[in-house]
């Protein structure tokens, strides 16, 4: 049986989505926010899109900076999903209280995530307004990944790192890799 | 040990994303193609968007209709998504030849897919070319969930749906709901 809703009280049906932290450095303020509504958008060049609510430091940083990195978490680093998600930069500096480690990027001016598995280096190519988010869209100049994470295709191996997925409401599940299949049309 | 490539070869390390089937109908036509390329852009209004590369079926029908349905696979569904993924509308028509079961909508025209667990229907209100592939933006007019899927807060249950996750180059995996967590910062 399927209800059918069109006023909406949640909007949320469209989880599981993997968690990145998404932040720049503009002068001396690095800050960075958790996200999971993120999406590939172009092969090539290659784009990546984060979608950053206006209210957001986040967004005023990454705006000055005309740069931002993409660092996706593992499943053990759910706490930290947690706290830069649910604290907002502009009351508490995050990267210091929960000493996040940084590591310095090869192309941009600013830094990676230390901890993440993969991180991206971003130039912002495009910001634009769709409802209560902004989206940034980064060209992708440079990829950091932990080694052996990946296949020699970039195919991620769920035996070596499992990725924090976001639920909604602050609930988290990560993959089963005794589901992994590879499954083609007749 | 992390390595840093500039020169991307494969542009795949942001998966897992979920699977969706997405597209419309126009006219007599009426095609689907999976899709692991889309997210949530706006809570209020809902906006949803997708990217779709121009040489599709689906980016056609799509761009005459106005109009899509975005429609979210079970893992059991993989064949399915792999049918719908690798094959062209423009070559076979794959709700014909797979037996894709439609049902009607609420509010737009075009169907949504019967099996999905949960489905929207989509105005489209912009499209927007990034490099290979085009985002189509729709606001969710409606929303139809198989009941006892999701809680009240509208959080998937692991327990009750596995949702069908793309890693690339044809593998998929799903989640363990073993792993759930409720997690918030101290």
């Known amino acids: 049986m399927k209800k059918i809703s069109t006023q909406l009280k949640q909007f949320q049906y469209f989880y599981p989505y993997t968690v990145a932290l998404v932040g720049a450095r503009s002068g001396t303020r690095v ?8 999406t590939a ?13 206006k209210k957001r430091l986040t967004h005023q940083v990454i705006t000055e900076a005309r740069e931002f990195t993409v660092n996706f978490l593992a499943a053990e680093q759910v706490k930290l999903s947690a706290q830069m998600g649910r604290i907002s ?8 209280e929960f000493e996040v480690k ?15 598995y993969v991180s991206f280096e971003c130039q912002l190519v495009d910001t634009r307004t769709y409802g209560d988010h902004d989206l940034f869209v980064g ?10 994470m990946f296949n020699e295709d970039g195919v991620l ?7 924090l997925l976001y639920l909604g409401c602050d609930f988290y599940v990560t993959v089963d890799p005794d589901t992994l299949k590879h499954v083609v049309p007749d």
């Open 31 to 38: 800050n960075y926010m958790a996200c999971a509504w993120h």
């Open 157 to 163: 191996n769920p035996r070596k790192v499992s990725p």
């Open 102 to 116: 940084l590591a310095p990027s090869q192309v941009i001016a600013s830094p990676i995530i230390a901890e993440a």
């Open 41 to 53: 958008l172009s092969f090539d060049p290659p784009l990546f899109g984060i979608l950053v609510a």
């Open 139 to 148: 060209q992708v100049l440079a990829v950091h990944e932990e080694e052996g």
């Open 89 to 96: 930069g502009h009351e508490r500096d995050k990267v210091e």
